[in-house]
């Protein structure tokens, strides 16, 4: 589900020779409770922790690595702020020498956020919104498609930028990479659709589990959990939008 694992990101002064232990920086997501990862990020002057949402393999080493090296914490859900305050959509942050804007993307969770590195060559960082490789589950109900594909439209109407996963490769190119997730989505929507047609139901009257054979084969046995999720999503978002 994670991967090759939780990347973490360290943004610091561009105008710095290099990063080196004790350099000033902004930590996106710990990532999970795994000891020699956060040793390896307290070396660093950790000046503000920065979450893109609440799964905990993100969230899970906010408080083992403020043992290590105590910075606040900002997230969209107060419960996973330390001594600072919830993040605001569209604000821009100043820390470590970065200058850094909170996109709210709702849909994978609903606390979904991204984060912009601004400069003179601008960063996305997208949490899971948008992965590396693959595609992202929605956690519906919390996380609904119709919130998804909004956020997803809401990135690649944004310039075009280096983007960064939470899990996976990194792409020096975020609208390929978006317009595919778009393009993925719907098709994924006329699947469900077709499969609805084929089995004489409404998605109203639908369990994902009648569908997982039609829109997924050959599914291997340890994404059913991920791929009932977004099934659910789904016909949740066709009984909206038939």
């Known amino acids: 589900m994670t991967l090759d694992g939780t ?9 710095a020779d290099e990063l080196a232990p004790g350099t000033p920086v902004v930590l996106i997501d710990p990532g999970p409770e795994l000891e020699v990862h956060l ?12 979450i893109t949402h609440r799964h905990a393999d993100h969230t899970g080493g906010i408080d083992a690595l403020r043992r290590m090296a105590v910075a606040p914490v900002r997230a969209k859900l107060p419960e996973y702020c330390r001594d600072a305050p919830v993040l605001a959509d569209g604000e821009v942050i100043h820390a470590a020498g970065a200058s850094i804007q909170v996109l709210s993307t709702p849909g994978h969770t609903s606390d979904s956020v991204c984060f912009i590195r601004q400069g003179e060559r601008a960063h996305l960082f997208t949490g899971d919104t948008v992965l590396g490789r693959g595609t992202t589950i929605l956690e519906h109900p919390d996380g609904t498609l119709a919130d998804y594909l ?14 960064h996963p939470a899990h996976g490769e990194q792409h020096e190119s975020s609208h390929p990479l978006l317009q595919m997730y778009i393009e993925h989505r719907q098709s994924r929507l006329d699947q469900v659709r077709a499969a609805l047609r084929k089995l004489g139901k409404a998605g109203a009257d639908t369990q994902p589990a009648e569908l997982l054979e039609h829109v997924y084969p050959d599914l291997d046995a340890r994404l059913v959990g991920a791929a009932t999720h977004s099934l ?4 949740h978002y066709l009984s909206v939008n038939p």
């Open 150 to 163: 909004d956020s997803l439209q809401r990135l690649l109407a944004l310039p075009d930028m280096a983007l």
């Open 7 to 15: 990347n973490s990101y360290l943004l610091f002064d561009p105008a």
């Open 39 to 50: 040793q390896a990020l307290a070396v660093f002057d950790i000046q503000l922790v920065l």
């Open 232 to 235: 659910e999503a789904q016909l």
